[in-house]
C-alpha cells in the first residue's frame, strides 16, 4: 500500500499553490468584508483579514510544499482586497435597506470559494479576476455619481 503524504497526490505546481492561497485569502476577505464597516473601521478589518490569510497562505504552502513567501503574499493582498470591495457593496446595501441575508449569501458564496480552490486551484484565477472587475465597476459607478454631483452645484 503506497503512503500518501499530501492531499494532492499527484503533487502540486508552485503557480497551484499561489492559486491556493489567493483563493482562500479572498474567502477569508469576503467573510470580513460582510462586516459593512466603513472609515478606518473598515481598513482595521482589511488588515485583520490580511494577517489572517497571510497565514492562511503559510498554511497552504507548507501543506502543498510550494512557495511560501508568494503564497503569503497573494494571500493577504487579496484578501484585503476582497475585504474592502465586499465590504463596501454590504455598506452601500445596507444604506439603501439591505438586509443580513445579503451577509449570508456572502458568507455561502466565500465558502464555495474556498472549496472551489482547494478542489481545483486554478480556478481562483477566474475569482481573481471576478474580483477586479467589480472593484473597477465599483470605482467608476463612484466616479459617475461624483460627477453629477458637481454639475448640480
Known amino acids: 500500500m503506497g503512503r500518501r503524504t499530501s492531499f494532492y497526490s499527484a503533487g502540486i505546481s508552485s503557480f497551484e499553490t499561489i492559486c491556493l492561497a489567493a483563493g482562500l485569502g479572498i474567502s477569508i476577505g469576503m467573510i470580513s468584508g460582510t462586516t459593512g464597516l466603513e472609515g478606518s ?74 472549496l472551489i480552490t482547494v478542489l481545483y486551484p486554478p480556478v481562483a484565477v477566474l475569482f481573481v479576476a471576478a474580483l477586479i472587475w467589480l472593484a473597477i465597476a465599483r470605482r467608476r459607478r463612484a466616479a459617475r455619481k461624483h460627477a453629477g454631483l458637481r454639475v448640480l452645484r
Open 41 to 114: 473601521a473598515r481598513g482595521r478589518m482589511t488588515l485583520l483579514a490580511a494577517v489572517i490569510a497571510l497565514f492562511a497562505g503559510y498554511m497552504a504552502a507548507s501543506f502543498t510544499d510550494g512557495v511560501a513567501i508568494v503564497s503569503m503574499i497573494s494571500g493577504a493582498l487579496f484578501a484585503g482586497i476582497a475585504c474592502a470591495v465586499i465590504s463596501g457593496v454590504i455598506a452601500g446595501a445596507t444604506r439603501r435597506g439591505g438586509t443580513a441575508a445579503l451577509a449570508l449569501f456572502t458568507i455561502f458564496a466565500a465558502l464555495v470559494v474556498a
